[in-house]
């Protein structure tokens, strides 16, 4: 069967691609972690994250996050600027592409929410399939392109669904890799990425 939500998405700087294709993509705590790891992300957020605690007792922080689609509002964050996180140019972020059945089938610790992390009206699930992945959340929702709406002033938290990996998630799972321009997809074959797993897509940016 075909799901609408399939795949999830983990931002990374480019500068970061070498390490995760020997490592994986890891926890910041993890033995396989670099210590000259860039982050692109809003670190107020990320700190946030290690003291807030999802019903099973874990930490937002005890897992990798993903999201479930792209051009999200954090992305429109960090290509402005905005927040005080350090603005990124487009061809700088990669979208590493993943797809959630491979990381099932691997047998991954994981769970998902059904909005913002951090927003107190978003739930959290684990120990479920791919199936019921599509009955919680919606494609429309994930995938729409504008936030702020009057008559739905919940968009935006339900975009920013997450997929969540207790377990650092082995560089042999990802499926693909899109970037910006043909720059960035010319630096990851350098870098040693086969040429069919880049996806030049500059309209996943702004």
Not at 24 to 34: C, E, F, N, Q, R
Not at 60 to 77: S, W
């Amino acid at each position: 069967m075909e799901y609408p939500i399939k795949y999830i998405f983990r931002m990374t700087h480019i500068d970061n691609i070498g390490h995760i294709l020997k490592a994986g993509i890891v926890h910041a705590t993890s033995p396989l972690a670099s210590s000259d790891f860039k982050s692109i992300g809003d670190t107020s957020l990320i700190a946030s994250r290690n003291t807030t605690r999802l019903e099973n007792g874990k930490t937002i922080g005890d897992y990798i996050p993903f999201y479930f689609g792209y051009r999200t509002p954090m992305l429109y964050v960090i290509q402005h600027g905005y927040n005080n996180v350090p603005k990124q140019e487009a061809q700088d972020i990669i979208y590493i592409v993943l797809r959630i059945q491979s990381l099932i089938d691997a047998g991954l610790k994981w769970g998902f929410t059904d909005g913002h992390s951090r927003n107190n009206l978003t739930k959290f699930y684990e120990g479920i399939d791919l199936q019921h992945i599509n009955e919680v959340l919606k494609a429309s929702d994930i995938f729409e392109r504008q936030w702020s709406k009057n008559d739905d002033t919940d968009i935006k938290r339900r975009k920013e669904a997450e997929f969540l990996s207790e377990t650092d998630v082995p560089a042999a799972l990802i499926a693909g890799y899109v970037v910006y321009n043909e720059a960035a997809k010319n630096k990851l074959i350098t870098a040693g990425i086969p040429e069919g797993q880049i996806v030049i897509r500059p309209d996943y940016y702004f």
